[in-house]
């Protein structure tokens, strides 16, 4: 290379160039360098496209997916440029300009520790994507440990590039970090936080990528899109975007439904509010035309079964067929606790809460199933001689009464 760059130094001087001939061959020189260093990258390139790239073809598309897509191979195809420079610089820099060497030689190891620092981070990038085809992702998602990964990785790259300057030992800067301890907790609180916060839920598994969550002191409610360092990102079911931070979900209480959805039912908790005013006993030939009716079975059959005595109220029997017909409900869970049960009396009527899980945990599916339930049983309540609590209606029946 060097006996090249004398011919274009000679090559100079027969066309008659004296006049800064020094500095002119140096232009000279570093251009050519710098196509050699351009031309090395691209057949580098050439090589992963051609090589590399059609042997992972035949990879598990994990790895291929992971290592192509990231773009691992075109960083490291940045090696070659820097290679070649560095190798050009005894050589370029001469005579006058041998003393350019040194800062020459500072600003190319600069260069070389930011593209080492780059290929790290994109290898980060492929161990990320490797493991987000694993059956563990989603309960253990690692975002929060690449990104402190990433985080050290170019902290470290600063450090070495001020000592690379400063022509300092890494280990001298690192001496004085001890008394900015205060400053960089000060400034990087939050990423700290978070990074705790992302191993503890990663850790208990508290969370995790498609989890269903509810937060209300930060208004989330809906599906988690990423766990990130620092924040977490939701969707909520208005189709709002909510970034919370990642350690409001340690500190704060917040609830997570994905219990729900893993276990195939979702909970249904309506109560039908009766008016006590319609509440009565049955005489036993209605009792027997009831039961028969609405139960398939005599009376004394039907008693037995339900644990009753005579006389029985017209509450107790559509209590019974209430409970009767969510535990037959094609759409109520089996292995779950079902039950129609009557709670505390209110101003407003007596409530028959139906209690049951959907097999249906999606929302409009649970809605439709929830609704259709309520539906059917206030409209049966009047062929048992009841009447749902209606405040408009009980205030006219007393003005008219009046």
């Not at 190891?109 to 620092?117: C, F, G, P």
């Not at 001020?162 to 000060?186: D, E, Q, R």
Request: hydrophobic fraction near 45%; charged fraction near 15%.
């Amino acid at each position: 290379m060097s006996i090249k760059f004398d011919s274009i130094k000679s090559w100079l001087q027969s066309l008659g160039v004296d006049q800064h001939l020094n500095l002119v061959t140096l232009l000279i020189d570093f251009a050519i360098v710098l196509v050699i260093a351009f031309l090395a990258y691209q057949i580098l390139k050439l090589i992963i496209n051609r090589g590399v790239h059609r042997a992972l073809k035949h990879a598990p598309e994990r790895w291929y997916s992971a290592l192509v897509t990231t773009g691992f191979f075109w960083r490291c195809a940045n090696l070659a440029p820097v290679i070649v420079l560095y190798s050009a610089i005894p050589v370029v820099f001469t005579g006058d300009y041998k003393s350019w060497q040194e800062p020459a030689s500072t600003v190319v190891a600069v260069y070389l520790t930011w593209v080492i620092t780059s290929i790290l981070t994109a290898l980060t990038n492929v161990i990320e994507c490797a493991y987000e085809y694993s059956s563990k992702a989603k309960e253990v998602p690692i975002t929060g440990v690449v990104q402190v990964a990433k985080l050290i990785i170019v902290l470290t790259a600063i450090i070495i590039s001020v000592a690379i300057i400063m022509n300092k030992s890494p280990l001298y800067l690192l001496s004085g970090i001890g008394a900015m301890t205060a400053i960089v907790m000060l400034v990087f609180r939050d990423t700290l936080m978070g990074f705790v916060a992302g191993v503890q839920l990663a850790t208990n598994r508290m969370v995790a990528i498609g989890d269903w969550i509810e937060v209300p002191a930060h208004l989330v409610d809906g599906v988690v899109l990423e766990i990130g360092l620092i924040t977490v990102k939701v969707e909520n079911w208005d189709k709002t975007i909510v970034y919370l931070p990642t350690y409001a979900l340690i500190h704060e209480s917040f609830k997570n439904w994905q219990g729900m959805v893993n276990t195939g039912g979702r909970r249904i908790k309506r109560a039908l509010m009766i008016d006590l005013d319609t509440s009565e006993l049955v005489d036993d030939e209605t009792l027997s035309e009831w039961t028969e009716t609405y139960f398939q079975q005599n009376v004394d059959d039907w008693l037995a079964q339900n644990e009753l005595q005579k006389p029985v109220s017209n509450l107790t029997v559509f209590r019974v067929y209430a409970n009767q017909f969510l535990q037959q409900h094609p759409k109520i869970h089996k292995q779950m606790t079902t039950i129609a049960r009557l709670l505390e009396p209110t101003p407003a009527g007596i409530p028959l809460e139906l209690y049951g899980f959907s097999t249906d945990t999606n929302w409009t599916g649970y809605e439709a199933i929830q609704s259709s339930i309520t539906e059917t049983l206030y409209t049966s309540m009047r062929n048992f001689g009841l009447r749902h609590y209606q405040y408009l209606h009980k205030t006219a029946s007393k003005s008219v009464k009046e």
